[in-house]
């Protein structure tokens, strides 16, 4: 049971390169989110999607695109990147009951570098 | 909206002294809370979670959590701090409305002193 992975753990991207984020969880969770952590700001999500076949814009949607795959994968796209997404991306998971489904499992994250 | 103000952003303790983060928050009814711990480069885990009912709730690691409804506030303590315990550490709310998300505070990184 590796919970939730990411892929890659470290990217340089030069400006108005694009890239994709993959992410995967094993748990049989219902919900996968999309954050980025910046020095002093916190988590910031990105997008979510609540169950399969659904996804919705968090906080900073700006610049990214998200495909959910399948039950299990939620991959981030940045087609054009620029140096305000250099960031530490998480991708989070949670399954479905009435309280359950706010307790996120995290991954371990890509740190990404965009010059 | 629902916010998350943790008021400190860094503190340093002595190993074995006792630890108080604080963490106050926005919210129009009673919400659900989380305190996260994400250790360097890693990701974020779970410490504790309030839902409802007791309002001192206990975590893993040692760690407790007291929901203070008159203070909006759900400050994370624990009784003696251990030098693996030198992390940052997140209070979280629920975001409020028919989806799951949650809002996390800006972190207060915890440096433990020998």
């Known amino acids: 049971n590796a919970g939730v992975t990411q892929t890659p753990k470290f990217q340089v991207l030069k400006t108005g390169q694009s890239m994709t984020l993959q992410c995967a969880q094993d748990m049989n969770h219902n919900s996968m989110y999309w954050y980025r952590q910046d020095p002093g700001m916190g988590l910031r999500l990105i997008y979510y999607s609540a169950s399969e076949g659904t996804t919705d814009k968090g906080e900073v949607p700006n610049g990214y695109n998200v495909s959910r795959l399948n039950k299990r994968e939620f991959s981030l796209r940045l087609e054009s990147a620029a140096p305000s997404q250099t960031s530490v991306y998480f991708c989070a998971s949670s399954t479905t009951g009435l309280e359950a489904k706010y307790e996120q499992y995290f991954g371990p994250g890509t740190r990404l570098t965009v010059t | 909206a629902q916010s998350v103000t943790q008021p400190d952003i860094h503190i340093t303790v002595s190993e074995g002294a006792s630890l108080e983060l604080r963490c106050n928050y926005s919210y129009g009814a009673t919400p659900y809370l989380f305190w996260y711990v994400q250790s360097p480069g890693q990701g974020l885990q779970l410490l504790l979670k309030y839902f409802s009912g007791d309002t001192l709730v206990q975590g893993i690691k040692g760690f407790e959590a007291e929901f203070k409804r008159s203070q909006s506030s759900f400050n994370l303590r624990k009784p003696s701090v251990h030098w693996s315990d030198a992390a940052e550490y997140f209070c979280?709310?629920?975001?409020?409305?028919?989806?799951?998300?949650?809002?996390f505070g800006k972190g207060t990184l915890l440096t433990v002193n020998p």
């Open positions: 979280a709310v629920e975001s409020g409305g028919s989806n799951y998300k949650l809002t």
